[in-house]
């Protein structure tokens, strides 16, 4: 979606920048909290709207307010939903960082036919007949800066479970929640925590043996698509890891990307190998 004060549409959209209704202002005030400890945003949006058809729609739930939001860092681009005339969002962990772009917003729920709000400019003095999705009002963008903190280690956005359905040798994993779920056989599962809780040489073994084929694995799923992940807790560090890995998420090599992620695993697997020698 592209939005700005240079879109021109079909129908009627009130503005503070357009003449396409007269008599009515829209004004929107945005503040928000971040949350160091959990890495989140929540962002209150408060709207003075004065537009009665348009304020009509939306009590009778034909037409919503939310915001454009936009961010490079992450990746995000989401129309939002939020209360009116005032609401708070909640984001996910991790999912906004460095700047923020966001877009007040008025758009259909549902078909209006003959939309003709009062005021309206002669060029639509014919109605208009709405879409679900289409913009009904725009405030101007704003833009925050939300501060990037460090980022997570790679093995915090992953568990590591028992499953009973594997045979010896095998693991699966799942990204299909909040953190990245490695699935292996009961054995399996009490060596590799018991080599997690011991010295820096078996940690670097896991580090290779399991880390790096499992984030071979997430790079050849996220090139297929990564709105799909969006949604899960683990995707916004790990996203914001390979921003700034220089991963390119689209083409990824998948061997040498890994690498750059974990921060060059074999290096520390060498070290100790030349410690014994």
């Known amino acids: 979606m592209k939005i700005s004060e240079s879109t021109s549409y079909p129908h009627p959209v009130l503005a503070p920048w357009s003449d396409d209704i007269g008599g009515a202002t829209i004004e929107t005030t945005i503040n928000f909290r971040e949350d160091d400890e959990n890495n989140q945003v929540s962002i209150h949006c408060e709207m003075r709207l004065d537009q009665p058809d348009i304020v009509a729609l939306i009590n009778s739930g034909a037409a919503c307010f939310g915001c454009y939001v936009r961010c490079q860092e992450t990746g995000m681009r989401r129309l939002q939903r939020i209360g009116f005339p005032a609401g708070t969002h909640d984001f996910a962990s991790g999912a906004l960082l460095g700047r923020v772009?966001?877009?007040p917003v008025?758009?259909?729920i549902s078909s209006i036919s003959g939309y003709k709000p009062t005021g309206v400019h002669s060029e639509f003095s014919a109605g208009s007949n709405i879409q679900p999705g289409q913009i009904l009002a725009l405030d101007f963008e704003q833009v925050i800066e939300v501060t990037r903190p460090p980022l997570a280690s790679v093995e915090s956005i992953f568990e590591i479970v028992a499953a009973e359905d594997l045979d010896e040798g095998e693991f699966e994993i799942d990204t299909d929640a909040d953190?990245?779920?490695v699935r292996m056989p009961e054995a399996t599962y009490q060596l590799v925590q018991a080599l997690r809780q011991?010295?820096?040489r078996s940690r670097a073994t896991i580090m290779n043996a399991l880390y790096m084929p499992i984030v071979m694995d997430v790079l050849d799923q996220l090139r297929e698509d990564t709105s799909q992940f969006e949604q899960y807790r683990w995707f916004h560090p790990f996203y914001a890891r390979c921003q700034l890995c220089d991963v390119n998420l689209e083409q990824p090599d998948l061997?040498?990307?890994?690498?750059?992620l974990l921060d060059k695993p074999f290096t520390s697997l060498r070290v100790?190998?030349?410690e014994e020698a």
Do not use: F, G, P, S
């Open 101 to 103: 772009q966001i877009r």
């Open 106 to 108: 008025v758009w259909a």
């Open 179 to 181: 953190r990245i779920t």
């Open 198 to 200: 011991t010295d820096a």
């Open 255 to 260: 061997m040498n990307d890994a690498q750059k």
């Open 272 to 274: 100790l190998v030349d």
